[in-house]
């Protein structure tokens, strides 16, 4: 024992093979907690009802992003998860002019998100900017592309980018994203129709129905209905609040097999004429 204590006292050389054991101990206890904050945050965000975007860098070892997030969780105080993602504030709904015209333009742009639209907000490693949000509208109808753009240049001031080859409008904007997440979420089995749409005009209404149906519905062959399957009945339901509202006779079916739901529309009223062409190929 003398032999060893003036080895390790006289030779610090002699110290580094028990210095590698540490060194290995801290690196694993490092390792252990960094997959124990990675397991919270997943488990955080599948009780939040997060999605995981293919586009979100990690943090901390999680892909954390909030595609389809609640709107008063993502944007208060669940949106705030362990102090990472905390934005500044913007300005609300309360301070864009949602005139008639405007209203109409915003119903359209919501009910195209809920359908075959996505938002995804997403952490970045860049310097300048580490929050980051993508607003992408799918469909192969020019006519449905064309109006989904003006709706977004008239309310907002951009001009999103078109690729023909991918059938893919879109838009980078954190500005833009919180304004409508907002109003709800935009996930398959998340997105609501939001109060603020709900109380609108008759006209309003119409334009979010009409704009969803034009993604999301399809026309029989008798023709006098439109049939909408979704995985979300919350939704339908909500859709069946504002029909109902406007005296158009609808029905909501399922489960089916495969868990959707359909909501059937007569033909009726203000959706007496609507027609749709093929949004996808």
């Known amino acids: 024992m003398n032999f060893v204590w003036l080895v390790l006292k006289f030779c610090p050389l002699a110290k580094f093979p028990l210095v590698i054991p540490e060194i290995l101990h801290i690196a694993l206890v490092r ?60 300005k609300t709904m309360e301070k864009i002019d949602l005139n008639g015209k405007n209203l109409a333009a915003l119903a359209r742009i919501h009910a195209h998100l809920c359908g075959d639209g996505c938002l995804c907000c997403y952490k970045t490693a860049e310097k300048d900017r580490k929050n980051r949000a993508d607003i992408y509208y799918f469909n192969s109808n020019v006519d ?27 838009v980078k904007s954190l500005r833009i994203a919180k304004i409508l997440l907002n109003l709800s979420g935009y996930g398959t089995r998340e997105w609501r129709i939001p109060a603020l749409i709900k109380k609108a005009s008759e006209n309003v209404k119409l334009e979010w129905i009409r704009a969803y149906s034009h993604d999301e519905g399809y026309l029989p062959k008798d023709r006098f209905w439109i049939r909408i399957k979704s995985m979300n009945p919350e939704g339908l339901k909500d859709i069946k609040s504002l029909l109902d509202a406007l005296g158009i006779t609808c029905k909501i079916t399922g489960p089916n097999c495969d868990k959707s739901y359909y909501l059937n529309i007569k033909k009726m009223g203000g959706l007496i004429n609507f027609t749709k062409k093929p949004s996808r190929k």
């Open 31 to 90: 390792h252990w907690r960094e997959a124990y904050k990675r397991c919270q945050l997943r488990e955080h965000a599948d009780r939040l009802n997060y999605g995981f975007c293919s586009r979100a860098k990690p943090i901390y070892g999680g892909l954390l992003s909030v595609p389809f997030a609640k709107a008063e969780i993502s944007l208060q105080s669940e949106r705030n998860l362990n102090g990472r993602l905390r934005f500044r504030k913007v």
């Open 144 to 170: 449905l592309i064309k109006s989904f753009r003006a709706d977004m240049n008239l309310l907002f001031g951009v001009k999103m980018t078109y690729l023909p080859k991918e059938m893919r409008l879109g």
